[in-house]
């Protein structure tokens, strides 16, 4: 398998513009989580889903924020609109159960 | 609700020394506990697991952790580092049987040195 896919890999926007990271997970992992990486906060949960369905999404910032995951190969995570506070680095991890499997992140920088 | 503590946020080593990172947790039930490693630019890859059975786990690239269930705490060990272990390294907690969220601790920036 080619592990957790995710795109883009860099994205430059201007504050207000709409985002969308997307997120392929390992084919057979029941869990899919999204996390968001800051040098001030670390890495920090930002929603997670079992089987397509959302779980527990108390670690979503703000309304700006959503995340859909339509199938259980695919997941998106939008900000609308973005603000120079959301720069980071977002991560995709997908779970068997227990381990998580990480990709290799969305680097985000909003000025 | 668990919560992890990683006491350093960096340790400076000699290449060929040992290194301890430190983690400590706090939960009200069982935990099962992970070491990642992140190198730069990348996404974090597991190191070891701790589940069940023996307190001592070894796991990738000749790490071992130790979990010391009355200390509350899951070390992190290497006897003779590489440069090539310079990486962030982060400590992560979750409950047993429960949710399958994990939390992580700020993580240790590892340097190695020449």
């Known amino acids: 398998d080619a592990g957790v896919i995710q795109s883009p890999r860099h994205e430059v926007t201007e504050m207000g513009q709409e985002v969308t990271l997307r997120c392929k997970p390992i084919s057979g992992h029941d869990y899919l989580f999204w996390y968001r990486q800051t040098m001030m906060r670390g890495l920090e949960l930002l929603i997670y889903f079992n089987n397509n369905v959302p779980i527990d999404d108390s670690g979503m910032p703000e309304d700006r924020f959503s995340a859909k995951m339509p199938n259980a190969s695919f997941s998106t995570l939008k900000i609308q609109p973005s603000e120079p506070r959301d720069s980071a680095v977002y991560f995709c991890a997908s779970s068997p159960s227990g381990e998580l499997f990480f990709g290799e992140g969305s680097r985000l920088t909003v000025l | 609700a668990q919560s992890v503590t990683q006491l350093d946020s960096q340790v400076p080593v000699f290449e060929e020394a040992p290194v301890e990172l430190r983690c400590n947790y706090s939960s009200s039930v069982s935990v099962y506990l992970f070491w990642y490693v992140q190198y730069p630019n990348q996404g974090l890859q597991l190191l070891l697991k701790?589940?069940?059975?023996?307190?001592l786990v070894k796991g990738i690239n000749g790490f071992e952790a130790e979990f010391n269930k009355s200390q509350t705490s899951f070390h992190l060990r290497k006897p003779s580092v590489h440069i090539s272990d310079t990486a962030e390294y982060f400590c992560a907690v979750s409950p047993q049987g429960g949710s399958e969220k994990l939390v992580f601790g700020k993580g240790t920036k590892l340097t190695v040195n020449p």
């Open positions: 701790y589940l069940s059975g023996s307190t």
